[in-house]
């Protein structure tokens, strides 16, 4: 792909998100600098707190050498001020660094499934190159009901860098699908 088709294309799809596209844009294209911009990926996420709606855009952009990849959140104004406040940040992970790329796809109609069709309806995906990890705590118990010893704790240490969620209800068909092209040159970059 040539550079400028594929940044006026990543211009087009921050533009239909319709969120501060000057800012989120703005953001990518200061860390991707002057590398080659190979593929992207934009979701907008909006989210609802009561009679609030608070919108994020994530945006991955891969790149010869990394994975860029940057988040645009509104926050609330903090009293005496009006309005909102907007958060853009952008992390660089080398591709050499990432050590899991996983593609998980939720359909509708397993049985009678074609490549090509659009019982896909969910898409994940999580990249992982071990910057955060959560755990998952839980008492441990033993097998005897009456047992009231204290066993301790139990629990998993999960890898839980980044993981980007689509729907073709909430982000439409074309979405998943972009989804699912992205992922699929992320995990042929990062196995070289």
Known sequence: MRIGSTRKE????????GYFPELVEDAIMIALTDEEL?????HHEPTFNRDEVHRHVTVLALTPTRLVIGHTDDQPAEPPAS???AASST???ALSKINTVALTRVLTQPASYQAGSEDVFETWLSVGWGAVRR???ELATCS????E?????????VGDDLTVRMSAAADGPDRVARLVQ???SLQRAAAV
């Open 10 to 17: 990543l211009r087009a799809e921050i533009d239909a998100c």
């Open 144 to 147: 005897d009901p009456q047992c």
């Open 83 to 85: 309005g909102i406040y």
């Open 135 to 137: 755990i998952d705590l």
């Open 38 to 42: 190979l593929d992207f990926v934009v």
């Open 91 to 93: 992390e660089s992970v």
């Open 149 to 157: 010893a204290d066993h301790g704790y139990t629990g998993t240490l």
């Open 182 to 184: 992205f992922a699929s």
